[in-house]
């Protein structure tokens, strides 16, 4: 992706480049990008928040950190208590990560590719201090909002089935020390085992009541209503749904100097989520496809739909016809 100037057909372009982008939705995400080395002080009566006013970093010309973030136009939380938390970016303390200064970048609610624009910039700027840094510890936290009144028990059953199937494939997109961290383990619900002690294949269980269950790590001490339930250390994270109202994916390590893998991680997040409500479009073949795209086909293989893949030339009864292609896009 390139700094962005005005939209003009960048995005046509930016989907030439990057071919999942084509199926990106508006559908509403939010980021949070941990890192170490953020040099700031904090006062009784501060919020979780750290107020912009006491970050210290500077560029090297002395400007300091908040007063960049102002001259690009990026709109920073916490200068006064009153303002509503997390309505525009918030550096928000962290003490899970090793190294000093832990903190992680939080977004605001974004939509779309604008959404995707304005993170790009923002990671570009982090660049620009490179005191800012990042380990194993250190994580890219995706949320993608959902209605919860339409995204309820059995769409979570199904997004819980594709990943309980396919999550040795997401694993395989992580560095090798990001699959060893107790941060983001695997999904320990044994959907399997459920099916043969209680269930059948026509039968949908309380998602819920398998996610707060022993064998996932739930703690009877800790109330469901705590941000901080250990439940919610796995890669996939459904607590954030239940406790405000989100699909977190916790995988991703925080490259901030890969800007690229960031987006792309979310376009592949959401196209999972979109799955899981029953929209599985139809995928156009890629002769030299990147390691997100070929993840996808490996997924549709698996799943048995071939058929949603377009291949070029005229294969297999024309690949699928027009009226396939729209009956299928919309399934």
Same mark, same amino acid.
């Given at each position: 992706?390139?700094?962005?100037?005005?939209?003009?057909?960048?995005?046509?372009?930016?989907?030439?480049?990057?071919?999942?982008?084509?199926?990106?939705? %508006? +559908?509403?995400?939010?980021?949070?990008? *941990?890192? #170490?080395? /953020?040099?700031?002080? =904090? !006062?009784?009566?501060?919020?979780? @928040?750290?107020?912009?006013?006491?970050?210290?970093?500077?560029?090297?010309?002395?400007?300091?950190?908040?007063?960049?973030?102002?001259?690009?136009?990026?709109?920073?939380?916490?200068?006064?208590?009153?303002?509503?938390?997390?309505?525009?970016?918030?550096?928000?303390?962290?003490?899970?990560?090793?190294?000093?200064?832990?903190?992680?970048?939080?977004?605001?609610?974004?939509?779309?590719?604008?959404?995707?624009?304005?993170?790009?910039?923002?990671?570009?700027?982090?660049?620009?201090?490179?005191?800012?840094?990042?380990?194993?510890?250190?994580?890219?936290?995706?949320?993608?909002?959902? %209605? +919860?009144?339409?995204?309820?028990?059995? *769409?979570? #059953?199904? /997004?819980?089935?594709? =990943? !309980?199937?396919?999550?040795?494939? @997401?694993?395989?997109?992580?560095?090798?020390?990001?699959?060893?961290?107790?941060?983001?383990?695997?999904?320990?619900?044994?959907?399997?085992?459920?099916?043969?002690?209680?269930?059948?294949?026509?039968?949908?269980?309380?998602?819920?009541?398998?996610?707060?269950?022993?064998?996932?790590?739930?703690?009877?001490?800790?109330?469901?209503?705590?941000?901080?339930?250990?439940?919610?250390?796995?890669?996939?994270?459904?607590?954030?749904?239940?406790?405000?109202?989100?699909?977190?994916?916790?995988?991703?390590?925080?490259?901030?100097?890969?800007?690229?893998?960031?987006?792309?991680?979310?376009?592949?997040?959401?196209?999972?989520?979109?799955?899981?409500?029953?929209?599985?479009?139809?995928?156009?073949?890629?002769?030299?496809?990147?390691?997100?795209?070929?993840?996808?086909?490996?997924?549709?293989?698996?799943?048995?739909?071939?058929?949603?893949?377009?291949?070029?030339?005229?294969?297999?009864?024309?690949?699928?016809?027009?009226?396939?292609?729209?009956?299928?896009?919309?399934?």
């Amino acid at each position: 992706m390139a700094k962005v100037g005005s939209p003009g057909g960048l995005e046509a372009r930016l989907i030439e480049k990057y071919p999942m982008l084509r199926y990106f939705t %508006d +559908r509403p995400f939010g980021v949070e990008i *941990e890192s #170490f080395g /953020l040099k700031y002080s =904090i !006062s009784t009566g501060d919020r979780q @928040i750290i107020p912009p006013y006491k970050i210290m970093n500077r560029l090297q010309d002395g400007t300091l950190l908040p007063r960049v973030f102002q001259n690009r136009g990026i709109v920073l939380n916490g200068f006064s208590p009153e303002e509503t938390p997390y309505a525009a970016w918030s550096f928000v303390l962290d003490d899970t990560i090793k190294g000093a200064g832990g903190n992680e970048l939080v977004s605001p609610i974004l939509t779309g590719f604008k959404g995707l624009v304005e993170l790009y910039e923002v990671l570009l700027l982090l660049q620009e201090f490179p005191e800012l840094q990042v380990n194993e510890t250190c994580g890219f936290h995706v949320h993608h909002g959902v %209605d +919860r009144s339409k995204f309820d028990n059995r *769409e979570l #059953f199904q /997004l819980m089935r594709i =990943i !309980s199937i396919f999550e040795g494939y @997401i694993y395989h997109l992580l560095p090798e020390e990001r699959r060893r961290s107790e941060t983001c383990r695997p999904l320990e619900v044994d959907l399997y085992d459920w099916y043969r002690r209680e269930g059948s294949e026509e039968d949908i269980p309380r998602v819920q009541s398998l996610w707060y269950s022993p064998e996932n790590r739930d703690d009877l001490k800790t109330p469901r209503h705590n941000k901080f339930h250990p439940t919610r250390y796995h890669g996939l994270n459904l607590h954030s749904y239940w406790y405000r109202g989100t699909i977190e994916f916790r995988y991703f390590p925080s490259v901030i100097d890969q800007p690229e893998e960031l987006m792309q991680w979310i376009i592949f997040t959401q196209f999972l989520v979109e799955w899981s409500k029953g929209r599985r479009p139809i995928l156009e073949y890629v002769s030299q496809p990147n390691k997100w795209f070929n993840t996808l086909y490996k997924i549709y293989l698996g799943a048995g739909m071939l058929s949603h893949i377009i291949f070029p030339g005229p294969t297999r009864e024309e690949n699928v016809n027009h009226h396939d292609y729209r009956r299928h896009s919309d399934a």
